[in-house]
Structures are given as C-alpha cells and as structure tokens.
C-alpha cells in the first residue's frame, strides 16, 4: 500500500476538521433558527429581551464591588429577568437587584444570586455540560416541546424560563429534576 506524502495527510486533516467545525456551526445555527422562529415571543419582543439583557449586564459591571467580587449572570425572558451567580454579601445580592429593577421595561425579577465566593472555571464548564445535557433530554421527550424552553445552569442548579402552560411547566421540571447532576431545579416560567 502506498503511504501518503505527509504535506497531504496533514492538509487533508486540516481540511476535515474545518469541515467538521462548519458542519457543527451549521447545525447550532439550525437550531438556534428553529428556536427563535419557534419562540411564542414575537420577534420584537425576543429583540427587546436581548437588549434588555445586555444593558442589566452593562449597568452591574459598572458597579465596581460587583465587577470585582461577584459573577452574576442576566438572563431576560418576555421581559423577566432571571438574575444568577454569587456574591460576597447579602447587600451586594440586593445592590444587583436594585440595578436590574432600576433598566425600564423590566416587567419582573427572579433575584436567584447566592450568597458565597464565584464559582471556578471548572464548575461553569461542567455547567455548560450540564445545561447541554438538559437541554437535550427537553428537546428528546415527547411529552412537552423543549423548543419553547430557556434553560440556564448555575452551579448545577437549573433555572427553568419561557412561556408555557401549567402543564408544559409540570412536565419539564419532572424531565429536568431527573438528570443526573442536577442538584435543584428553580421555574421561573410565564404560565400561558
């Protein structure tokens, strides 16, 4: 058998991997359309939702305790927002839900921070594995639609958003509090 000069085993290989990044970059790109053009937001409104969530972030990183102590993460759904992460004190806890009520057009606040030191890069990678894994078993159960829920992951504590009937409720938190290494799920949904 003839070997392969290796410029050519090592462009090809190049060449496979980039396509494998594209192929996934398709893929998440689907999903994320699926998702949007699925949302039972409008389109306006899931627009305001991002804005909204980008200035509740600007406005706490401009407080310097925060920026400087704390990890808290904004999450905005049809204008509620979902505040996540830790923090030093109880009084830098109420400060950032200050801030948040302070942006107009915050229809709602789940204030969801906790008391205690940021947590490492270990356990916000395994977050991410963890809401990747939730997420799936959403979007795999046939008993309620995952398309129309947001799940967020914050030290293995799932937060649960989106617009949804009582029952879609019910059901996706049984589905969620049953993968393993979930340590508490919180619903912060808005009940159709």
Known sequence: ?????????L??????????????????????????????RTVGTQLDDTTLESKISA?????????EFAHINVHVFNGVALLVGQTPSESMK???????????N???????????????TSTRTHDVWLAT???????????VDGLHIEVIVEDAEVFLMGLVTEQESDIAVDIVRNVGG??????????L
């Not at 058998?1 to 085993?9: C, E, G, I, Q």
């Not at 594209?22 to 699926?34: D, K, L, N, Q, Y």
């Not at 406005?59 to 920026?67: D, P, S, T, W």
């Open 106 to 120: 915050v229809n709602k606040l789940h204030n969801q921070i906790r008391i205690g030191e940021p947590t490492k």
């Open 11 to 40: 462009s090809s290989l190049l060449a496979l991997s980039l396509l494998q990044g594209c192929a996934v970059a398709v893929v998440g790109a689907g999903v994320t359309a699926a998702s949007a053009a699925h949302d039972r």
């Open 94 to 104: 109420r400060e950032a839900q200050q801030i948040a009520e302070s942006i107009p």
């Open 182 to 191: 979930v340590a508490r799920v919180v619903k912060a949904f808005e009940i």
């Open 1 to 9: 058998m003839k070997r392969l000069p290796a410029k050519l085993l």
């Open 133 to 143: 894994k939730v997420k799936t078993n959403l979007l795999t159960n046939k008993r």
């Open 59 to 67: 406005k706490l990183a401009e407080h310097e305790g925060i920026k």
